[in-house]
C-alpha cells in the first residue's frame, strides 16, 4: 500500500518538475530570442510568451494538484500558440505516457521524428522517447528494435543498453542479456561482474537441463570469471554431482556453507530438485545421498554453530526418519547457544515426533509469548519486495542480488 502511495506520489512530481524545467527552457528562448533579430514584431512575441507562462503556471498547478488530464489540455493550448517549440511536444509526449496513453505519445514521438527542420540530437531524442512508449505500452518487439536504433546512431546511450538489459533478462533470452551487460559494463561506471555471473549461471542451468553438461560446464567456468556468486556455486555443485567428481563436491560443500551458512537449507532443496531433470536410472541419487552422509557426519566446531547449518541437518535427518537422533542433536544445540523463533519451532515439531507431547505444549506457550511474526521468508534489500522463494534477480525491481533472509536463525 505504501508503495503505491509513493509511486502516485512521484508521478505526480516527475511531471511536476517537468512543467518547470519547461518553462524554464520557454524562458530561456525568449531572452535569447529577443535579442535576435526575428521576423515577428515585439508586442506579438510578448504577447506569446505571455500566454504561454500563464497556461504553463497553470498547467503547473494542475499537475501540483494531480489533475493530468487538464494538465494535458494546457500544454495542448501551448502547442497550438507555437508549432515549433519542440520541448513542448517532449513535454506533452511524456505527460500523455504517464497518463497511460500510449498510443497519443507515440504519434507524438513519430510526427517529430519525421520532421525535416529538426536537429539530429533532436531526432535521437524522439527516438528514444519512442522506443519508451513501445516499451511502457509492452510492446516488446517494437521496444527493442527502437532501442536498438537510437544504438546505431550513438552507442554511448547508457538508459537505452540498461533497458535492453531489462528486456532480455525479463525475456531469459541469455545470451543477448549477456551482450548487452557487457556493452553497459563498458559505457557505465558501475561494475557489472556480479550480474554477468549471474546471467551466464543462467545460461550455465539452461544447458544444464538440457542435459548438456559440457557446455553447461563451460558457461558456468565463464561465469566463476566474473565473479564466483553463490548461484555459480550451487550449480558447480550440482555438476561435480552430475559427473561424480564426490572430492570436489565434498570440499565445494564445505566452502558454500562456510561462506553463505544462510543458504544452507536451500542448497539441499535446490540439489533434491535435480532429480526431476534427470532419467531414472542416473548415479545422482546416490551421490547426493552420500553427500547428505558426509554432511550430517561432519563435526565443523565454526560451522555447526552456524543456527541455519545446524537447522539443515535436523531437517536430513527427519527427512530419512531419523527424529531422535534431531531431537538430540536440537536439544544439545539449544543448550548451548542462542535460540531462535524458528530453531524453536523445529524443536516444538521434533517434541511432538518423539512422543513428549506436555514438554512441546509448554514449550508452544512460551514461543507465543515471544513470537514476531512475519509474512515471508525472504525480502528484497532494494525494493522491499516479499517472498517465500529465493531470487537471484528481485522481479519487482529488477536488481541482482539483493535477497535479505527475514529469518533470523
Ligand atoms: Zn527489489
Excluded at 496513453?101 to 535521437?124: D, G, N, P, Y
Excluded at 546511450?157 to 553497459?184: G, S
Excluded at 519451532?345 to 506457550?365: N, S
Amino acid at each position: 500500500m505504501d508503495w503505491v502511495l509513493l509511486s502516485e506520489w512521484m508521478k505526480t512530481n516527475l511531471l511536476t518538475v517537468i512543467a518547470v524545467a519547461i518553462t524554464g527552457v520557454l524562458i530561456y528562448h525568449y531572452v535569447i530570442e529577443r535579442d535576435r533579430a526575428v521576423k515577428l514584431s515585439k508586442k506579438y512575441r510578448n504577447s506569446i510568451f505571455e500566454a504561454q507562462s500563464r497556461i504553463f503556471l497553470s498547467a503547473t498547478q494542475y499537475l501540483i494538484s494531480g489533475n493530468k488530464d487538464l494538465a494535458i489540455k494546457e500544454f495542448l493550448n501551448a502547442v497550438d500558440l507555437n508549432r515549433e517549440t519542440i520541448d513542448t511536444y517532449f513535454a506533452l509526449g511524456g505527460l500523455f505516457r504517464s497518463n497511460g496513453e500510449i498510443e497519443k505519445a507515440i504519434s507524438i514521438h513519430r510526427s517529430l521524428i519525421a520532421r525535416e527542420s529538426i536537429s539530429e540530437a533532436t531526432r535521437l531524442m524522439a527516438l528514444k522517447e519512442l522506443a519508451v512508449d513501445f516499451d511502457k505500452g509492452g510492446f516488446v518487439d517494437k521496444a527493442i528494435e527502437t532501442y536498438k536504433d537510437v544504438l546505431k546512431i550513438n552507442r554511448d546511450q547508457h538508459d537505452v543498453i540498461q533497458a535492453l538489459c531489462r528486456i532480455y533478462e525479463d525475456t531469459e533470452d541469455w545470451d543477448q542479456a549477456y551482450n548487452y551487460r557487457i556493452m553497459l559494463s563498458k559505457v557505465g561506471h558501475e561494475n557489472q561482474s556480479e550480474t554477468i555471473s549471474h546471467i551466464l549461471v543462467q545460461k550455465a542451468k539452461t544447458q544444464f537441463e538440457k542435459g548438456n553438461y559440457r557446455q553447461a560446464a563451460e558457461d558456468l567456468d565463464d561465469a566463476f570469471r566474473f565473479s564466483p556468486s553463490v548461484s555459480a556455486k550451487i550449480l558447480r555443485l550440482k555438476l561435480d554431482l552430475v559427473q561424480g567428481k564426490m572430492e570436489d563436491a565434498n570440499i565445494l560443500l564445505m566452502e558454500l556453507l562456510k561462506e553463505h551458512p544462510m543458504f544452507s537449507s536451500f542448497l539441499f532443496v535446490s540439489l533434491d530438485e535435480v532429480h526431476k531433470n534427470l532419467p531414472a536410472d542416473s548415479d545422482y541419487s546416490q551421490r547426493l545421498t552420500q553427500l547428505k552422509k558426509s554432511f550430517l557426519e561432519m563435526q565443523d566446531g565454526d560451522l555447526m554453530s552456524a543456527p541455519s547449518v545446524v537447522l539443515s541437518k535436523i531437517r536430513l535427518l527427519k527427512a530419512t526418519d531419523r527424529s531422535q537422533e534431531a531431537f538430540e542433536l536440537l536439544d544439545r544445540w539449544m543448550k548451548n547457544h542462542g535460540q531462535s523463533d524458528v530453531l524453536k519451532m523445529e524443536y516444538i515439531k521434533l517434541l511432538i515426533d518423539v512422543g513428549r507431547g506436555p514438554e512441546a505444549l509448554e514449550q508452544t506457550q512460551q514461543l507465543l509469548k515471544t513470537l514476531h511474526s512475519s509474512l515471508t521468508r525472504h525480502y528484497c534489500s532494494q525494493c522491499g519486495y516479499n517472498s517465500d522463494e529465493i531470487f537471484w534477480r528481485c522481479p519487482q525491481c529488477h536488481t541482482w542480488e539483493t535477497i535479505q533472509f527475514r529469518w533470523k536463525v
